[in-house]
């Protein structure tokens, strides 16, 4: 059994459902039935009794998209834990992208950050590299980046503590830095945080890195430690945008690309790419009732 919870433009929803219907009829693959949620009133929850998971997923972004989707092979419910890429994704900026622009090189270090995300460089090399250049920045160049650059996404402080108020665990785990992950768990709600630390020395980024580099391993490993505290039959939810993400995406029983690069979005079973990071509460089938605002 396939369920797809997808919400796309309503005014073409009875045309993409012909089509995509069509189409998987080709593969051989058949409709058992597709019907609005009541308790999420724009999410459309198709289920189907076989079909193969990615080109049933082509098929459906090709029909509906752009849209918003979440496709599973059981019943969708609220996840056990959530582990979440942080730039990009919980918030609207590359933290190491703004830094930079304050030492007056941000589009050089943001060319490397875009070539890394879309998977064209080793993410490791790629960190050390950008850090490099930032050698001699005012350390407190940090705290004016964070107060004059960094915003949340929209909805991400609603989707996380919704998540924690039905008992999941919420995780950030990012390849940007402590320095901005940890104000920014504070103020989305974040209970742990995974991260990159910058070095520092006399009030001055030092170029390097004062711990080991968190990458797309990093991820993966902190998404299968929390699962190991949970215990078997837990159900995990991951989100990100770029090719660092990709282990931890496929790992969990939901991986989510959010506004995604290319090859994140080819590796994840859901995408966001119509509306914002409540939509994703949408199609776990929270109400918008029960939301924490």
């Not at 004059?148 to 039905?166: D, H, N, Q, W």
């Not at 520092?200 to 890195?209: A, C, F, P, Q, R």
Request: glycine share 10%; hydrophobic share 45%; aromatic share 4%.
């Amino acid at each position: 059994m396939l369920i797809a919870r997808l919400i796309a433009e309503p005014a073409i929803l009875e045309t993409a459902l012909d089509k995509a219907g069509k189409a998987l009829a080709k593969k051989g693959w058949t409709i058992a039935g597709a019907q609005m949620l009541d308790f999420c009133g724009d999410v459309l929850e198709i289920a189907m009794a076989d079909g193969n998971p990615g080109e049933v997923r082509a098929i459906l972004d090709e029909a509906f998209g752009p849209c918003d989707l979440l496709m599973s092979d059981r019943e969708i419910t609220v996840p056990q834990l959530f582990v979440s890429d942080m730039d990009s994704t919980m918030i609207g900026q590359e933290c190491i992208d703004e830094l930079a622009d304050y030492a007056g090189i941000k589009d050089q270090i943001a060319e490397i950050t875009e070539r890394a995300m879309q998977g064209e460089l080793d993410f490791a090399s790629a960190l050390t590299e950008r850090v490099g250049l930032l050698e001699g920045l005012e350390e407190s160049a940090i705290t004016r980046c964070l107060d004059e650059r960094i915003r949340p996404m929209s909805g991400a402080r609603v989707l996380v503590e919704t998540l924690k108020s039905r008992g999941c665990r919420t995780v950030l785990v990012t390849g940007g830095f402590h320095s901005f992950a940890d104000p920014v768990a504070d103020m989305l709600g974040f209970e742990r945080v995974v991260g990159n630390v910058l070095g520092v020395d006399g009030g001055k980024l030092t170029g390097k890195l004062a711990a080991e580099i968190v990458d797309s391993g990093t991820k993966l490993a902190t998404l299968n430690e929390e699962l190991g505290r949970l215990g078997s039959g837990a159900i995990s939810l991951a989100t990100g945008d770029g090719a660092n993400d990709i282990p931890m995406i496929e790992a969990a029983d939901y991986g989510v690309a959010y506004y995604a690069k290319p090859k994140a979005k080819s590796a994840a079973n859901g995408w966001i790419e119509r509306g914002d990071l409540t939509d994703l509460l949408k199609l776990l089938g929270v109400p918008q009732s029960d939301w924490v605002e």
